[in-house]
């Protein structure tokens, strides 16, 4: 009979994992004791993969770079498949069994390749592997206003008072009408579509 003393597999494994947890806490405890602290507005900044963060995050981006991502996995993991191949089919044994099994394994290999091989001319055909980066057009609307009244309001000179609390009158509410009635406006708002002419 076995030693009740003695640890089981279970135990052992919830062994390596507690001692993997254990680890992995003292080696970020360890990091932020020992580690320097100077921050900078450079580190502080968000890492964009080299690029300059420009804007907010919640802006419209190209879509591209997670297109090639997808390709590039897809095709690194395919060919993750080529190793188990070749170490099967590559084994003296199964060739000296049968001839046949070369051949096989030439076709089968051929045949995945080729798909692969169909797949990324597909791909570049369509154009999903160029990373065009987009040029910022600013958006135009057509005002009557004459660029000269703009050019003008630029170009003038403003004085800038500065602001005193004492010399700014308190405003009052104003008394309703004697028989309690709201005043109405001295005028009428008149609406029109754009591009009408008033009446």
Known sequence: MDDPAQITEFGKILLIGVAGLLLVLFTLLLGRIVSPKKPTPQKLSTYECGEETVGNAWIQFNPRFYVIALVFLLFDVELLFIFPWATVFGQQELMAADVRWGWFALLEMALFVGILIIGLVYVWK??????????????????????????????????????????????????????????????????????????
């Open 126 to 199: 369509k154009g999903d592997l160029e990373w065009i980066k987009p040029n910022p057009v600013m958006p135009r609307v057509d005002v009557p206003i004459p660029l000269s009244a703009y050019d003008r309001l630029n170009s003038s000179l403003y004085r800038v008072r500065k602001f005193n609390p004492d010399t700014v009158a308190p405003t009052t509410a104003k008394p309703a009408n004697a028989g309690g009635e709201a005043k109405k406006p001295n005028f009428r708002p008149t609406f029109r579509k754009p591009g009408t002419t008033p009446s």
